[in-house]
């Protein structure tokens, strides 16, 4: 999870939600997200919450094994706290296992915390079960392992077809290893793979981004995502941006890679359903992001994981050791929590869901964001619609200015 978390409110040791939230469970789906905090090093724009070696030291509860043991207490609180809903414990949806590097792990452990899952709550039959994973840290053992436990969704982080764009990234795979790795899980059984490109690298050229492209469209995915890069505070890049090392991405430069990839996707069958996320059809989109951007439920294991239940979100401990704590003494991992006002879980589901293809009823608006809307569509970053907003790609490439408008 990126960033720090807002200050919140005290959460109760025993993790107990309100009466009102346990009510809405499951309203709009619920799944399960696993944290998996470790990584080989640190990558230069990355400010996730993950630890390199020698960054935790070696004393307590901040190894491999102490996360499993704590992953797995915590999945046991989710049952004991969410079977207190009026109709008991929700099958889950998706699980989606991320980092850090999942993949750093052995296969077992991630597939002992999903058997957990399936145990506690038990999986929808056809429940969506993705892990991220970098191209470096899977073979087609690894990839063989993660698919008999019933893992059927891989992300590979790819970012650039190019060393040099790798390089200033610190990532340390080389160019051909993503799509290698793509075409092992593609092997191995995976029923969808998808490839996390970033654009807008200091040093990266339209040659560069076009070349990536193709080398994403050749491995053959049926899903690929495409972020532009963004400096966060307190990184590397950040540093390096700050001392004149390194030229700060320019939002025309990021105007036009978007196009570039919006035009090379759909072209090789790859639709839009999200901003920055292509998929082959409706079966080969991320069902866990989904549940995002539709303000679904979902419980997040792990450090510094986030949750949300009927209008509550809460955020664990962030440091392993602290967390792993927390549950050896039958604890809630949770720091705080924020109860969201019916006005704020309505903004909050306005933000997300306008970045989707299919968009969101005008009458979710108020008079005012209708009249906003209106204009958006006169202006062309609406597409023209008496019932549904619905973003053009130039108004992707204004969404934030479009969800300002139509939220004054």
């Not at 109760?12 to 998996?36: I, K, N, Q, S, T």
């Not at 640190?42 to 499993?68: H, I, K, M, Q, V």
């Not at 999200?274 to 409706?282: F, I, R």
């Amino acid at each position: 999870m990126a960033g720090l978390p807002p200050d919140g409110q005290p959460a109760p040791d025993d993790g107990r939600l309100p009466d009102g939230a346990l009510a809405r469970l499951g309203e709009r789906g619920f799944g399960m997200y696993v944290h998996v905090p470790f990584c080989s090093s640190r990558c230069g724009y990355c400010d996730f919450n993950t630890y390199a070696p020698g960054e935790l030291g070696s004393a307590g509860r901040t190894d491999a094994a102490s996360w499993l043991e704590a992953a797995l207490a915590e999945v046991d609180l989710a049952g004991t706290v969410l079977g207190a809903a009026p109709g008991g414990l929700p099958r889950v949806d998706t699980v989606f296992v991320g980092g850090g590097t999942p993949t750093l792990l052995p296969a077992e452990y991630l597939a002992e915390v999903k058997q957990r899952i399936d145990d506690v709550f038990g999986l929808a039959n056809n429940a969506e079960i993705s892990t991220e994973a970098n191209p470096d840290t899977v073979d087609p053992a690894s990839l063989e392992a993660l698919r008999t436990a019933g893992f059927n969704r891989i992300s590979l982080g790819m970012q650039s077809a190019r060393s040099h764009v790798l390089a200033i990234l610190d990532r340390r795979h080389t160019p051909g290893r993503a799509v290698q790795a793509a075409q092992e899980a593609r092997k191995a059984g995976f029923e969808h793979v998808n490839l996390d490109l970033i654009y807008g690298t200091p040093g990266e050229t339209d040659a560069d981004w076009s070349s990536s492209l193709a080398a994403a469209v050749a491995a053959g995915v049926d899903h690929v995502s495409a972020y532009a890069l963004i400096v966060e505070d307190g990184t590397r890049l950040a540093r390096q941006i700050t001392r004149g090392i390194l030229p700060m991405p320019d939002d025309d430069v990021l105007a036009d890679r978007y196009v570039i990839a919006d035009d090379a996707l759909e072209a090789a069958g790859l639709h839009w359903y999200e901003v920055s996320n292509w998929a082959a059809d409706d079966g080969a989109r991320c069902r866990h992001n989904e549940l995002y951007w539709r303000s679904g439920d979902w419980w997040g294991v792990g450090p510094g994981a986030h949750s949300h239940v009927g209008g509550v979100r809460w955020w664990n401990l962030r440091h392993p050791g602290r967390y792993a704590d927390r549950l050896a003494a039958k604890t809630s991992p949770a720091e705080a929590r924020e109860l969201l006002a019916a006005e704020d879980r309505r903004v909050e589901d306005v933000m997300l869901r306008l970045r989707l293809a299919d968009g969101l009823p005008l009458a979710v608006l108020d008079a005012t964001g209708r009249a906003a809307a209106g204009q958006a569509m006169r202006d062309g970053l609406l597409a023209p619609s008496d019932t549904r907003a619905v973003l053009t790609r130039r108004g992707r490439l204004l969404a934030d200015a479009v969800v300002r408008a139509v939220l004054p």
